[in-house]
Nanobody, 122 residues
């Protein structure tokens, strides 16, 4: 199983920033981390989980339209960690953020963790 652990969430005011981390949790996941497309999802109460950003093993990046120019996804394969830098946060960004991984044509091969809560409120 692919195991990933999210961290970095918190309570911030609108306009502030947070940086989330997603780290491979075991040696098996670490050993193939550089082959993954890393993905960040979020889920607000009463809504479906949505894909926020992804970065391929080659560094190709896509974003949800509503976060473009505010969020930045990156990865450090040496640290087997992916990041989501979130700037100019808005109340609509509130939710639980999860990371996962795609491997080739297989989507979401990771076990869903508890995620990390992001709350944007004044």
């Amino acid at each position: 199983q692919v195991q990933l652990v999210e961290s970095g969430g918190g309570l911030v005011q609108p306009g502030e920033s947070l940086k989330l981390s997603c780290t491979a949790a075991d040696t098996k996941t670490q050993s193939i981390f550089d082959s993954f497309t890393m993905t960040w999802y979020r889920q607000a109460p009463g809504t479906d989980r949505e894909l926020v950003a992804k970065i391929s093993e080659r560094g190709d990046i896509t974003y949800l339209d509503s976060v473009k120019n505010r969020f930045s996804i990156s990865r450090d394969n040496a640290k087997t960690t992916a990041y989501l830098q979130m700037n100019h946060l808005e109340s609509g960004d509130t939710g639980v953020y999860y990371c996962n991984a795609d491997l080739g044509r297989l989507a979401r091969v990771g076990t869903w963790g508890q995620g990390t809560q992001v709350t944007v409120s004044s």
